[in-house]
């Protein structure tokens, strides 16, 4: 991906953390700040060609970067730290990030809280003077390294979505694996608001999957779960690692009602702009539309191909700049619904 213009050492643990296999959470700045256009189009650029291990698209959450406390970001001159509350690290059932000022704290506090229910949570300052950890380009997880745990038990489950079927019972499926083979594994499910868990065992189907159901539940019912192996050599294990406190859940929503109309197709300003790498084109579309990207220069003159092909709701296309010399673009998208532009800026260094 293309580098962050203010990233002075290009660490991916300074904008983005694995949550697990399908989630990543994204450092935000206010929009059109220090890293932030260049930091969208990168994540757009690996959701547009890349998938998760379930081979489903990344979920992506949001954090906020904090500037300093006279206001100072890293694009300001004189610049201000690259504050990241991304830059942490797990250690077993906890996880240890950086903290900077009540103002974000309470902020990230919520967000971590609500993406690692049942993890214990650790801030550390790092933005203590004089002694500013930051200040080194780096927090917590920068001045780490991870020890694997001895004879691992893996448990791989892709957790389930919020469904409409309020009559059929719940698959609930993982990948279960150990040196030694595994001896069993269970099902632990509870209705939101109980206290206990009813066990349901889980039964081997081949390779490493297991699964197990959960029984259907009643429209507006929000269903809580984990589910826990063991070994044939003993060794036992729980997913998520922190259950029964930590859990997956889902809702029961019953038929959906209504849908969010979008108006026409829309062309959105591209990001970063100006740009001299990766950039993001957003479309917004109301319905299917069979649609024709390209760069001309400002008199007109077509320079570059860049998309032809089928979009619908909200979809960004991801696209290098680099072979283009420094100047004022337009970005052109044509179709049935007629022709509209936006302008592009490019600086290559």
């Known amino acids: 991906m293309t580098a962050l213009p203010y990233d002075i050492i290009n660490h991916i643990d300074m904008h983005m953390k694995l949550l697990d296999e399908e989630t990543l959470l994204v450092g935000e700045y206010p929009e059109g700040t220090a890293d932030g256009p260049q930091i969208n189009a990168n994540i757009d650029y690996v959701l547009n060609n890349f998938n998760s291990h379930f ?17 100072l970001y890293p694009d300001d001159n004189p610049a201000g730290y690259y504050r990241t509350y991304t830059n942490g690290v797990f250690v077993n059932n ?10 974000y704290d309470t902020t990230a506090a919520r ?8 993890y214990n949570l650790v801030p550390i300052d790092c933005d203590d003077q004089p002694d500013l950890i930051i200040a080194a380009a780096g927090a917590i997880h920068c001045i780490t390294h991870s020890v694997g745990v001895n004879d691992p038990l893996l448990i791989v489950h892709q957790p389930l979505a919020d469904t409409d079927d309020d009559v059929n019972p719940y698959l609930v499926e993982a990948e279960i694996e150990h040196r030694s083979g595994i001896a069993s594994a269970s099902l632990h499910w509870r209705l939101e608001g109980d206290e206990s868990y009813e066990t349901i065992p ?17 429209v507006e019912s929000v269903v809580e779960y984990y589910m826990a192996a063991a070994a044939n050599n003993g060794k036992t294990q729980t997913r998520p690692i922190v259950a029964p406190e930590g859990y997956w859940d889902f809702k029961v929503t019953g038929a ?3 849908t969010e109309q979008i108006e026409n197709l829309k062309l959105n300003p591209i990001y970063p702009n100006p740009a001299n790498g990766l950039v993001s084109i ?8 069979d649609v024709y990207i390209y760069i001309t220069d400002m008199t007109g003159r077509k320079l570059v191909d860049v998309f032809r092909g089928r979009v619908h709701g909200d979809q960004r296309i991801s696209h290098f700049v680099n072979d283009l010399a420094s100047g004022s673009y337009l970005v052109v998208a044509e179709g049935s619904f007629g022709r509209k532009a936006t302008p592009l800026v490019v600086v290559n260094r």
Do not use: H, N
């Open 55 to 71: 081979e489903t698209p990344y979920k992506v959450e949001r954090i906020p970067m904090p500037d300093s406390e006279s206001g």
């Open 94 to 103: 906890t996880f240890i990030y950086p903290s900077y000022r009540e103002e």
């Open 111 to 118: 967000i971590y809280s609500e993406l690692l229910p049942g």
């Open 202 to 218: 889980m039964d081997f189907e081949s390779g490493d999957t297991w699964s197990g159901f959960i029984p259907a539940q009643p």
């Open 256 to 258: 959906v009602v209504g």
């Open 282 to 289: 957003p479309l917004m579309a109301e319905t299917p539309e």
